[in-house]
Every structure is written in C-alpha cells, then in structure tokens.
C-alpha cells in the first residue's frame, strides 16, 4: 500500500534543475543515444541499467574521454564477477586528471590547508610539471607499468602528484595513512611487495607533531621489496640514509608522458577492514575508475571547473582517492591535512568558508558531534557559496538532515550518500534534480541497478533487505591481490547470490525511489568514515600477556552516535583495574588508529565461537542492538550459547 510522500525537506527550484549537468547530459543522451527526454530522473536511471551499453557510452562520449587506441564494443563478458569492460581500449587516468591544465594553467588545481588553516594553492600548470618530473624519475629508477607504488602520507599535494605520477607510469599506486601503526601498514603493503615508498617524517594532527620515523624505519626493514624510499620532510628533519629527496624528484620542467595502458589496467590497490584476517586488497583498474567517477563527480556531484571540492579524508580512505578524481571535472580539490574538530569542533565549517568550497563532504559522525556541541556553521560563517553537503561513513540520522537544514542554510542541498571502498564509488546518494527527504539518500546512482533483496533473492519495496547489485560497474574490483583463482573475490560479494554482487548493508527502498541505508549486515568497525577490521585489533590488545582474547563491536546508535565496547577474556590471576585499561587504549592508539580506542572496556566471561573457532561478533552486535537471542543467533552454530547468554543479559541491563 503507497503511503502519501512526506514533504521534502528540500526541493531543487526549476533554474537549479534547468542548469544541472544532469539534465544536460539527459537531453543530449535522448538525442545520440536513446535515452529518455521526458520522466525526469527515473526514467534516466531506468534507462542506465536497462541498456548499460548505450548509458556507458554516452557518459564517455559526454565527457570527452580519450582512447588511444579505440574499444571493441562497451561490455564484452558482462557476468559477475569478471565483466570485461571497453575491451580493446586503451587510455591513461592521468592524462585526463591533469587535462584542465591546457585551458586554465594559472587557476588553483589543489588548495591545500592545514591546521594553521593557512592557504597553499597549486596550480595546474604546476600540478603538471611536478608529475611530469617525478614520472620521468619513476621510470629512471625502473618503475614498469605493473609495479606497485606505496605511500605513507598524509592528505597533501605531494601524495596527488604522487598518485598522478604512478598513474602516468602505468604503475599501481597504494596509500596509508601515517596514524596507521606500522602493524597495519605492513598488513596493508606486504601483500603488494611495493618498489618504491614516498613517506613523511611525521604529521601533525590536534596541535601536535607526532614523529613516524621510527614506524617508517620498520617499514623499509620489512618491505624487501623497495628499491627507493622517497622523504618528504614535512616536520622538517633530514632524509633518513639511503632516502632520496621529494624536491629532487621535482624540480625539473618536464612534460609528462603517459603511459597507454588497457582499460582494465591496475590504477590502485584499496584495502578492507580485514575483519576475518588480513585486509582484502582490491583492484581497480584506470579506465574503470575514470569512466565511474566522470559519472559520480560529474553529474550526481554536479562539479565542474567553477566548483570547489572539500572532503574531509586521510589517504588510508577511499574517499581520498574519489576527492582526487575531482581533478577529472576541473574542478579545484581542497585538502586538508589535521584533525576534523581542532581547534575546535566546528573547524571544518571555517575551511570550508575560508576556501570557498561549493561541495564540501564530511562523515555523518562530523555533523552529529557538530550538533551535539552547539555549533551554528551558518550564523558564525559565510558559507553562501556551498552548493551541498554531502556526508558518508555511516548513515545521516534524521537529526542530521535538520541539523544541516537549520543551521547551514534552508536552502541546502543535502546528500547523504553510500557506497564503498570495493568500488571506490556511491551505490546510492546525491542528485541534483531531485528532493531530499529525511533520513533518505536521495535515489540509487545511475548506471548501478540496486535493490533490495530478501534471504531468497526476491526483490523488497518498503522493506528491510541486503544491499544488491544486479548488474556490472566499471569500478567493480577487476581482482583482489594474492587471489589467483578469485576464490576470495567471489566469497567477498557472490557467495550469497550467485552472479549478483552483496554488498553487506541493510538497505530499504522506498516506493517513491529513495534509499534508506540501516548500517552493515557484517561487523566492519565503522568510526569517524575510517573502516577498520576487528582483527586488527584483537592482533594488537591480545599481545598483551593479561587478555586471553578479546571481542570489539561497532554499534551504530538511534542518535547518530556510535558505541564501540571492547570485551576482553583475561588470563587467569589478571585484572581489569585502571592501569590495564590504560595500556589497553595506549595499545590500539599507538598501533592501529587513535579513532579505534574503545568507549568501554568491559570483562567477559569468555568470547563466543562457531564450531569452527570464529569469533561471534555479528550475533553479539544483533544482541547488543536488542534482537532476542533466539533470533540473533542458530544455535547449532556456536560453540557456547552460555557464553551468548551474558551479552543478551548485559544488553536487557544497558536498556
């Protein structure tokens, strides 16, 4: 039964709608390729999963996509996993990243901003000179398309000429960023075997410098496989022995030369939460990448060469790699490279003034810590020139969407948008011609025909189910790294639906074509947009010698908060006073991430297994959400439903 719609909390006028590039690319699509003219965005969408072909090709079309070498047909094998994308194509994401710079040298490319909330631009001509320089310098050292690139940094304009000048190469670029332990960096890069590191000193974050050369010197005693390690001093100190100097390997006026490599090529290397192990390295090739975010960045983002793109990102989350691609657009990329709330909580509202950012993107986390301090981001900031508000990492709460529309602006276009680092892109999110409706993203994306599906793989309207995609996307992973047979990738996202890719979300469609995302379906940790895995953590807190083993769940709260207890097991005589709690956060601070030290640390009388010795966390999470035992869990499946009992018990007593 349809109910009537709610009222939208925002609704695009006709001019906004009339100038949308959206609507543009629609009218011109209906004349070249058979798209809809009338129907609006439905029929658009409608259209883009219905004849992928023709959708696929007029978006390369429309942006002007160079191929050196021309393509075959848009989709060869179009089964899932391994749709062959282009076949035939050749081309370099590089080449179109750095295209801006031939009509406008002088305009800003990149505005980088740190703490001190001072301005450093880079213009597009400068951009092009120093990847142009450091791609030569690559090749010089024996970089070969295929090798892998590896950076250590945090968001600054070297870790973008960086990328950019591995892309030109036809080398496979992977980042993490420097508040991740040498532990997890190791996790991370061992499975790449890179050939070369650009890495900093240090960062600064919270006021503070934190010094990381100790963490690189394990790097480059456990990474054999180096043959350069490249030192940007960004606190200042000498290159270690042995390092060569970033200016060095920029200095030269040098025009870049782009490698042509296939469509499917390797661009980068992105990583999981490796909850069940190590993190799952994912593939993603150039033309895949560079055709999806043309798409994202270009219709649904709306951004052009006039705009300017502010998301708030480290280099060890996909959306550092979707920011870059604003480059694609021409669009001028802010960076910033700090904590999210110092000096205080509302800091990223005052960058965002101070640069002028039309869209600016931050985690749905961000603006419920915005709220609950009392920040007023419209009262206190000239932030007329924001176009929209976009947030990711973990669902909007309704509060959110008020929030944003009460204090930004009433006229404010709000997109709460979702998607993932396995194809580095949004399933669901932001469009320009369309309402926004409370707690909703907006619509699914084009191209990406998404739905929800019940344990029988039977399509949902107006009900819970998993998050599936029922055809092929060009940033789909193309393999996972160390997969040969592509067991993992399979078991990652086919295993359920065969042919049909399960993302891992609880997701609700809405009669009127919105999306409401209700968190993960697995225990990814999901803190401030920075996924990490359970195992990461276990590995770290369970070194030491008083925790015989440990369970950490993310929850996400009704308010837009979420809680992150850590439950350990310890050793027999060992107890859980101040002094271990302590070390325990010191633990996960000084290891993995500051952003994972748990809100409790609560003694258990054990953890939970299935009969094959997994952890149980997702039934643990269910438990502790408030889902009855005998639903939250089979149990035949576990090792101890005893053990089940005491967190089914503690969550009756937090209620």
Request: aromatic share 10%.
């Amino acid at each position: 039964m349809s109910t009537a719609a709610p009222t939208p909390l925002w609704q695009p006028d006709e001019a906004r709608i009339a100038t949308a590039r959206i609507t543009r690319f629609q009218s011109w699509a209906a004349t070249h390729h058979g798209a809809p003219a009338e129907g609006g965005y439905e029929a658009l969408h409608r259209w883009s999963v219905t004849d992928l072909e023709s959708f696929w090709q007029a978006v390369v079309e429309w942006f002007d996509i160079r191929f050196s070498t021309p393509y075959e047909r848009v989709l060869g094998d179009r089964s899932m996993p391994g749709a062959e994308w282009f076949p035939g194509a050749t081309l370099n994401y590089a080449e179109h990243a750095l295209r801006a710079a031939a009509d406008r040298p002088d305009d800003s490319a990149l505005l980088y901003v740190d703490e001190t909330h001072e301005q450093t631009p880079v213009s597009w001509s400068a951009l092009r000179r120093q990847v142009g320089s450091l791609a030569a310098e690559l090749r010089a050292l024996g970089v070969q398309p295929g090798d892998r690139v590896s950076g250590y940094l945090p968001n600054i304009p070297q870790a973008v000429v960086a990328l950019l000048a591995s892309a030109a190469v036809g080398a496979v670029w992977t980042s993490c960023a420097p508040d991740f332990g040498a532990r997890s960096v190791l996790d991370r890069f061992q499975q790449v075997e890179p050939v070369v590191l650009f890495t900093v000193d240090g960062y600064r974050y919270g006021g503070k410098e934190h010094d990381r050369r100790d963490a690189v010197a394990e790097l480059r005693r456990e990474l054999p496989s180096l043959r350069a390690v490249v030192h940007i001093p960004l606190l200042g100190t000498d290159a270690p022995e042995g390092a060569l100097e970033w200016s060095a390997l920029t200095s030269s006026d040098t025009e870049p030369v782009f490698e042509q490599v296939p469509f499917d090529h390797p661009l980068w290397v992105l990583y999981s939460s490796g909850t069940t192990g190590l993190p799952k390295a994912i593939v993603q090739s150039q033309g895949g990448i560079l055709v999806e975010h043309f798409k994202q960045l270009g219709l649904h983002c709306d951004l052009g060469p006039e705009d300017r793109f502010f998301w708030y990102t480290s280099t060890g989350w996909m959306m550092w790699n979707f920011l870059v691609s604003g480059l694609l657009t021409g669009t001028t990329v802010i960076l910033y490279d700090g904590s999210p709330g110092y000096p205080e909580t509302g800091a990223q509202w005052a960058i965002a003034e101070q640069t002028g950012a039309t869209l600016f993107g931050t985690s749905a986390a961000y603006v419920m810590a915005c709220r609950k301090a009392g920040v007023h981001p419209g009262r206190d900031h000239d932030l007329s020139r924001i176009q929209c508000v976009a947030t990711t990492g973990s669902p909007l709460p309704p509060d959110g969407f008020r929030w944003l529309h009460d204090e930004v602006r009433e006229d404010l276009w709000i997109a709460s948008v979702s998607g993932g680092t396995d194809v580095c892109s949004c399933f669901a999110g932001a469009v320009p011609t369309l309402p926004v409706h409370i707690g909703e993203l907006q619509a699914p994306c084009l191209g990406t025909d998404l739905q929800s599906w019940d344990p029988q793989g039977k399509p949902l309207t107006g009900e819970v189910g998993e998050l599936v995609v029922t055809n092929p996307m060009p940033s789909m992973p193309i393999h996972f790294w160390n997969d040969p047979d592509g067991t993992r990738y399979h078991d990652s996202y086919f295993d359920t639906y065969p042919g049909v890719w399960r993302h891992g979300d609880w997701i609700t469609l809405t009669d009127r074509g919105s999306v409401v995302i209700h968190g993960r379906s697995d225990s990814t940790l999901n803190r401030q947009g920075v996924r990490m895995g359970s195992a990461d953590i276990y590995e770290a807190v369970e070194r030491l010698p008083e925790i015989r083993e440990s369970l950490v769940i993310g929850i996400e709260q009704p308010d837009g908060g979420y809680w992150m207890p850590l439950f350990v097991h310890l050793a027999p005589g060992a107890v859980l006073d101040d002094d271990l709690r302590t070390r325990i956060k010191q633990t996960i601070r000084e290891q993995l991430s500051p952003r994972h030290v748990p809100d409790e640390i609560i003694e258990a009388p054990g953890v939970p297994h299935t009969l094959t010795g997994k952890r149980i966390e997702v039934p643990v999470k269910r438990l502790l959400q408030g889902t009855p035992l005998d639903k939250a869990v089979n149990p035949g499946s576990v090792d101890s439903l005893e053990l089940l009992q005491f967190y089914a018990d503690l969550a009756r007593e937090r209620r």
